[in-house]
Nanobody, 115 residues
Framework: QVQVVESGGGLAQAGGSLKLSCSAS????????MGWYRQAPGKQRELIAV???????YYADSVKGRFTISRDNAKKTLILQMNSLKPEETAVYYC?????????WGQGTQVTVSA
């Protein structure tokens, strides 16, 4: 059974930083493409960053240069370092473990950025 669990959300001030973590079990973590998404109230879920099994990364334009995605295969952990946060980035942040077009989602963690 696949389990994906996010942690590290909370409250940050505009311009501040937060680090999100995601642990995954029940999968061969190293072969999965891992990603971070977010969903703000009334909006669709959007892709923020992805890291492949080969450690190739992709970032949405809106977060390039401010967010960093990384993975530790030995610990089966995915990290999202978020810097220079903006109030409009208040959302529920989700971790995804994807392989073969199938996404396994966590329950999400709330990030609130105050002005």
């Amino acid at each position: 059974q696949v389990q994906v669990v996010e942690s590290g959300g909370g409250l940050a001030q505009a311009g501040g930083s937060l680090k999100l973590s995601c642990s995954a079990s029940g999968i061969i973590f190293s072969i999965y493409t891992m990603g971070w998404y977010r969903q703000a109230p009334g909006k669709q879920r959007e892709l923020i960053a992805v890291i492949t099994s080969g450690h190739n990364t992709y970032y949405a334009d809106s977060v390039k240069g401010r967010f960093t995605i990384s993975r530790d295969n030995a610990k089966k952990t995915l990290i999202l370092q978020m810097n220079s946060l903006k109030p409009e980035e208040t959302a529920v942040y989700y971790c995804s473990a994807e392989r073969g077009g199938v996404n396994n989602w966590g329950q999400g963690t709330q990030v609130t950025v105050s002005a």
